[in-house]
């Protein structure tokens, strides 16, 4: 929005939109965090798929699990489906 619109402020956005300056740096911090998450989730998912390219989205879940805890990687079962569907 704003690279659309620079010279608006995030404080004006604040009473257009109905949003706090926290809540937009808080979404924009989720946001360029997921995608790097994505990034390493795809890259494992490659690997494992190289070996077992015909593992179904629950086992390949299961086999991840643990290194997404190692690598500090908060994501569920179904956002992982929602994530190997998109891509």
Partial sequence: ???NYPNISIRQLEGVLGFSRQAYYQYWQR???QVSYD???LLLVKKVRQDHPRIGGRKLYSMLEEE???RGI???RDGFFDL???N
């Fill in 31 to 33: 946001q360029t965090g």
């Fill in 74 to 76: 908060k994501m569920g």
């Fill in 84 to 86: 190997l569907a998109a």
């Fill in 39 to 41: 990034a390493d989730i």
């Fill in 68 to 70: 997404f805890l190692e």
């Fill in 1 to 3: 929005m704003l690279t």
